[in-house]
């Protein structure tokens, strides 16, 4: 696609409920980066992906949230049991090659109420 | 502190007024980019400066890089009011993934 895609734009969920976010990358990237976002902070590493390789999950949180990404396409970021913690924008970038220029989408607003 | 720093943390200035942010990061890197930021979305990339350069400008922004001090500095010529948003610098630490500071705030009154 032109851009880096994401769904939902907004979910508001309740407390304990599991929640997908999904990145749809630009085409040919192989570089796939999820980020999340607290309101009024920076932005926070959290999970990685390049061609085959093994995913960097180093940024992940708790064993709550986990990232699938197959092959060079969609990824899905999955965090269960939400926690009021866990609202945030939840963002998503992909590059080609890695280490380049990052393209974002426009994130996915998650609220845990 | 993190890696790739920004300070000021907000900076507010008059429309037409320069605007200065500055980036400080810790390990060496491949590279160092500036992104924009409005109302929390997605980051626009700004502009890219690599390791063995010292200096860029795109349009009205200018970039410079001193590896020696580990630090980086956007310039902002001739602010506007559709300037203010947060702006963030990135490196590339380890070469593995993108590290992002905090941001500078910036407001442009008009």
């Known amino acids: 696609g032109a851009g880096v895609s994401q769904s939902p734009s907004n979910k508001v969920t309740e407390k304990g409920k599991d929640v997908e976010l999904r990145c749809d990358p630009i085409?040919?990237?192989?570089?796939l980066y999820w980020y999340r976002q607290r309101l009024g902070q920076g932005l926070e590493f959290l999970i990685y992906?390049?061609?085959?390789?093994?995913?960097?999950k180093s940024g992940l949180p708790s064993d709550r949230f986990s990232a699938e990404r197959t092959g060079e396409s969609v990824s899905t970021l999955t965090i269960q049991r939400t926690q009021q913690e866990d609202s945030a924008v939840y963002l998503c970038?992909?590059?080609?090659?890695?280490?380049?220029?990052?393209?974002f989408g426009e994130g996915s607003w998650l609220t845990v109420v | 502190s993190q890696q790739g720093e920004e300070d000021p943390q907000a900076l507010s200035i008059q429309e037409g007024e320069n605007a200065t942010m500055n980036c400080s990061y810790k390990?060496?890197?491949?590279?160092l980019q500036w992104y924009r930021q409005n109302s929390g979305r997605g980051l626009v990339h700004l502009i890219l400066?690599?390791?063995?350069?010292r200096e860029k400008h795109s349009g009205r922004l200018r970039v410079t890089l001193d590896t020696s001090k580990k630090s980086s500095s956007l310039l902002i010529t001739a602010s506007r009011a559709a300037d203010t948003a947060s702006y963030f610098c990135?490196?590339?630490?380890?070469?593995?993934?993108?590290?992002f500071g905090p941001g500078t705030r910036l407001s442009v009154l008009p």
């Open positions: 970038a992909s590059s080609t090659p890695p280490l380049s220029t990052i393209y």
């Open positions: 085409s040919g990237h192989t570089a």
């Open positions: 992906f390049q061609g085959n390789s093994a995913p960097d």
């Open positions: 390990t060496s890197i491949n590279n």
């Open positions: 400066i690599r390791s063995n350069e």
């Open positions: 990135a490196t590339t630490p380890q070469g593995q993934n993108f590290v």
